[in-house]
């Protein structure tokens, strides 16, 4: 098994009205030349959590940190209009929650971020702020909702 000590939390940037399934998840991705979806786990807007790469395959999902982290996407990320919102449902919300609880059980320790988390310092003060973040993805402090506990 390999090493892990990264979580990293996505969304599929779809809007909070149209339904993207893990099969449109993994057609998006084998367009972009993966082989197959890039995440770990996928949390559908009803809170169905869904394996859509095994955990000891290394994932495709935030470039440089890949080798060591396990993907987590939810279902949405953009209003109705496509403007970067957290549209996570309640159940959601718990999937979530169990889903990195029960990974914390088998990989203790790990870090848990947003892929957002993970742009580059580009002033170099040490903080990742939101002019520097690639993308907006999750559309939520991920970081700062998991170290409350």
């Known amino acids: 098994m390999r090493t892990i000590n990264l979580i990293v939390v996505h969304c599929s940037a779809t809007r909070e009205d149209k339904s993207f399934t893990e099969h449109d998840l993994e057609t998006c991705h084998r367009r972009r030349g993966f082989n197959g979806t890039g995440y770990h786990f996928y949390i559908r807007r009803n809170g169905d959590i869904k394996s859509t790469r095994p955990i000891g395959r290394i994932g495709a999902h935030a470039r440089g940190f890949n080798k060591e982290s396990i993907g987590i996407c939810y279902e949405g990320g953009l209003d109705c209009r496509g403007v970067p919102k957290d549209t996570r ?7 979530l929650r169990v ?36 993308k907006a993805c999750p559309c939520f402090e991920a970081s700062k909702e998991w170290n409350r506990e």
């Open 89 to 95: 449902t309640s159940w959601q919300k718990h999937s």
């Open 99 to 134: 889903l990195i609880l029960t990974l914390l059980k088998d990989f203790p320790g790990c870090r848990i971020c947003g892929h957002r988390d993970l742009s580059p310092d580009l002033n170099g003060n040490g903080e990742i702020e939101p002019e520097e973040w690639i």
